[in-house]
């Protein structure tokens, strides 16, 4: 097919980033499993010069599009035969900046390699990457099944207190374990508790920042820091509020950023956005926790659109096609000197499928709320199969980020959400 018009593949493709495709002046296809094709709207769906679908489980274990990728490479190499070579081949979540890699190796491609995509992936080798960087990173092991006792005691022998257990390549906290210490990891491996594909590592006491950029030719474009109140683990694990606040102390915010660039540098991640977590530790130290090559979830994608008119969707997709960043300048949240501080605030979902019967304290929030999206009496709220499940979320800002985190607090607690069983 020859129309002037260049193919451009996406590996996965969800609706709140159809903005991001540019399907009037491209052959826009998609490769994804079954289940997600059918939840794309129709007139959405209908877009696309062809959606290829693989009958894969519908599942969040995030690895299943990897393992699937040779399947993906042959409907990939049906695309091409029909639209023509990629001019791009896109991945814009956690679980596809991988296979996505992958297809561009083997399609001759241009865009992140699999061995930096490997790197924002798999915790072990991300760390081991960052090895005589000068940054610092919790003391890790990777283990399995087949991990020996004594190799795991020597571990844990050197570590002062808790011990945290993740996959090495999932998200979200999810699969986390915080161990109390040696004696529980060891009594869980002797239970046969340790998986394969996981990580065990030092629990670092210290606030987590998440900083969410866009980096293209190397340069660091944009730059937004931002304090979790709690922590994800919290929210997937409790009924926690998920919050996070941008920092106003100019001299941190230097720190973290050129934290940041080294990070960038020593996994050779030149174009494209990325979520990176860290701790500040009670010492004022910076230590590594992780990175993925892609926008971060939650309510950041939101918070940085709508407060700083950065859209790190699109950017990603700019820089997986090698196309221009719409950002004028490399700048950061504090050049925004009309925002002193600004945060994100998502109240957890109610467990289980509940019905709305009403919403409470709508009218009392403070006048610092630039946006919310909260359910209307009536609504179904169904927590199963969703990485966020919430009851509302909202932006804040304000003069400071004390003064963020204060009128947080008030709506949490004022906002209350009614609800009864069913569907």
């Known amino acids: 097919m020859s129309t002037g018009k260049q193919h451009v593949v996406h590996v996965g493709f969800h609706a709140s980033e159809a903005h991001t495709a540019d399907f009037d002046t491209d052959h826009v296809t998609a490769v994804m499993p079954r289940a997600s094709a059918a939840r794309l709207p129709a007139a959405l769906a209908s877009r696309f010069a062809r959606i290829a679908v693989l009958d894969l489980p519908d599942t969040d274990d995030l690895d299943t599009y990897d393992r699937a990728v040779d399947g993906m490479r042959d409907l990939v190499a049906e695309l091409v035969a029909e639209f023509g070579p990629p001019a791009g081949i896109i991945g814009l979540y956690e679980h596809t900046t991988l ?27 991300m760390k081991q990457a960052l090895s005589g960087t000068g940054i610092r990173v919790p003391r890790f092991l990777a283990v399995g099944p087949g991990t020996g006792r004594e190799e795991l005691a020597r571990f844990a022998a050197g570590l002062p207190g808790r011990i945290v257990l993740k996959p090495r390549s999932q998200g979200a906290s999810i699969g986390v374990r915080i161990l109390d210490g040696a004696a529980q990891l060891l009594a869980l491996a002797e239970a046969g508790g340790i998986e394969e594909g996981y990580e065990a590592e030092e629990f670092v006491e210290g606030s987590i920042y998440h900083v969410d950029g866009v980096v293209r030719d190397a340069e660091l474009r944009w730059f937004c820091a931002s304090r979790y109140l709690d922590s994800c683990f919290d929210f997937q694990h409790g009924t926690t509020p998920l919050a996070a606040v941008t920092p106003d102390d100019p001299g941190l915010v230097g720190r973290m950023r050129r934290f940041t660039e080294t990070v960038l540098r020593a996994l050779e991640l030149t174009d494209s956005t990325f979520h990176l977590e860290l701790f500040h530790t009670p010492g004022d130290e910076l230590v590594f926790l992780e990175i993925g090559n892609r926008f971060g979830g939650a309510g950041i994608g939101w918070h940085q659109r709508t407060v700083y008119g950065v859209d790190l969707a699109r950017e990603a997709a700019l820089a997986c096609l090698g196309r221009p960043s719409e950002l004028a300048a490399p700048t950061t949240m504090l050049d925004h000197r009309q925002v002193g501080s600004s945060g994100w605030l998502y109240m957890p979902a109610v467990g289980g499928t509940v019905r709305v019967v009403a919403v409470t304290g709508l009218d009392e929030l403070p006048a610092s709320v630039v946006a919310a999206d909260t359910p209307a009496a009536g609504d179904v709220l169904a927590a199963a199969g969703r990485t966020w499940p919430t009851a509302g979320g909202f932006l804040v800002t304000g003069e400071s980020a004390a003064a963020v985190e204060r009128d947080m607090d008030r709506i949490i607690h004022t906002y209350t959400l009614e609800t009864k069983a069913g569907d």
């Open 99 to 125: 296979p996505a890699a992958r297809l561009r190796e083997h399609f001759g491609v241009p865009g992140t390699s699999v061995r930096t995509a490997i790197r924002c992936r798999d915790k072990v080798p």
